[in-house]
């Protein structure tokens, strides 16, 4: 794989994962930023929902904060006149306050007066039962301690739930003493929730705690409420999320779950953000990566590309005094600066190696014999003929080679005679010599064969025809032992001349002249004999 190629796969690879790193960076804050705003408004929302209860609640309150300080109700309490309840209490009146039931208690703490009515078609209807027991005696609905007294909130009815109000009946003035206890009150079911949902814009459901057909999502958030929780927000799905809250009645006990349910617009924007900047990251990523494979093939690589193209054309020319344009300071100026410098030296070497190799080759021209080069194995790598037999053979260009009628020449045993010496060369890398004797043409050859180790692998066998020496070595030999043998003789035949003159002189007897004589040519033959070799007879 080219070096191009490589960069442009390692700023791809780079910038992809960056654009995950990024993309999972993003989509991880963002949506979780996200999931925690829908889950405040989803909350904000419960609240409103929670609010609009307050403010059915307080409505009714508001109703009964109307009739209870009247002169008129206060003095109904006292004669239970029919014209106040001809003008008052009719059923459009108790439509117009957005009542159910209204129920009148005297001081004593029983039911002076109650009307209920069904708000769907106007007509009056029996006060629900489970009511009066809410508003009599001792109950909190009924008794109030002072003018400023008032309780309103929720109850449970056997039927419904009720939003009430209660408040003491006073004169318009404010003053008592209280004449009993003035109760409003409006049915908690499903035109209620609807009229929230309405009032909130969000689809609002409610449940008793002991609804026993209570959704799954609310008995979750039952459960979640018995644990301690006063609110909670779900996730249903990947397009709803919900809120509940316990809303309790008037004595504090748990009266419904109050819930909510909205679109998860917040997390499905947040989703769409979270791809719209992958897409701009991944537009950004490819832009960027072009731009940067761009300007570094501008910058690097096609500096690289023009140093390899150089390098190249001066290793297929082969001229190694040819050098690489330097230009700069960076690492590309820095290998080409190396690169010089390694051919520099490369052309030192080489025109050493030349001279040194014309040396070598003068000297080996120089050697008279034949020139063997044997590695380990005994193999025969290549052969060298001497110039004289090459030209006498007529093949001036075949001075080396390896041909085989020369090898075929030499006799096998004479060849593995010469392997012990090629080893002891190899390990001691000192010049091993031997002799030996082949019959070329009927007539028997003497050469001698030097040994020197080429290399760690490799010797250079030189063998030299000594057949001419060897024979002027026998006739020199043979001149000496001649010429002794003479010399010898020569000896011999004068002492035995010598003998009648010894023999005439002692019948005489002898004389100091004969004397001296004597020992004169005993002296010669000893000088005669001290010549003769010590090898012969």
Known sequence: MKLRLRTALAVLAVCTVAVVVLCFTVQSILVAHCA?????????????????????????????????????????MQDGNAEYLASNLNNSTLLNLSVDFVVYVDSAGQVFYSKAIDAANGTEVPIPSGLEQLVTGEAL??????????????????????????KPILTSQNAGPIAGSLIMGRYLDSQEAQKLSEATSLSVEMYRVDEPDMPEDFQVARAAFTEGETSLVR??????????????????NPAFVLGIDEPRDIYAQGQRTARNILYLLL??????????????????MSRWRRLAARVAAVSKSGNLSERLPVGG????AAVAEAVNTTLASQE????????????????????????????????????????????????????YGTPDEIINLIPAHIQQMAMPYV?????????????????????????????????????????????????????RQNSLLLREIHDRVKNHLRVIRSFPEATHCQAEGPSTNSRKQTGSRNQTVNAADSRRPLDSG
């Open 36 to 76: 925690t705003l829908e889950r405040e408004k989803a909350d904000y929302d419960l609240e409103r929902a929670s609010a609009a209860l307050t403010q059915d609640i307080a409505s009714v309150e508001t109703a009964v904060g109307v009739w209870a300080p009247r002169d008129d109700t206060y003095r109904f």
């Open 141 to 166: 609905l009924a008794q109030h301690s002072s003018e400023t007294s008032s309780v309103a909130g929720i109850v449970f009815l056997p039927e419904h739930l009720a939003l009430v109000a209660s």
């Open 235 to 252: 996730v249903l799905d990947g397009k709803t999320i919900a809120a509940y809250a316990l809303v309790n009645e008037v004595h504090g």
């Open 283 to 300: 537009g950004l990523s490819a832009l960027f990566s072009v731009l940067l494979i761009l300007g570094i093939d501008i910058l690097v």
């Open 329 to 332: 300071r960076d690492e590309v």
């Open 348 to 399: 030192r070497s080489h025109r050493d190696l030349v001279q040194s190799e014309a040396r070598n080759l003068s000297l080996v021209e120089a050697i008279p014999g034949l020139v063997f080069w044997i590695d380990k194995g005994g193999s025969i790598s290549e052969i060298r003929r001497p110039q004289r037999a090459a030209s006498a053979a007529g093949n001036h260009d075949s001075q």
């Open 423 to 475: 080893e002891k060369a190899l390990q001691s890398r000192q010049t091993q010599m031997f002799e030996f004797q082949m019959s070329v043409d009927g007539s028997v050859s003497y050469y001698e064969a030097s040994v020197l180790a080429n290399s760690d692998h490799e010797v250079m066998l030189i063998v030299r025809d000594v057949t001419d020496q060897k024979i002027a070595d026998e006739a």
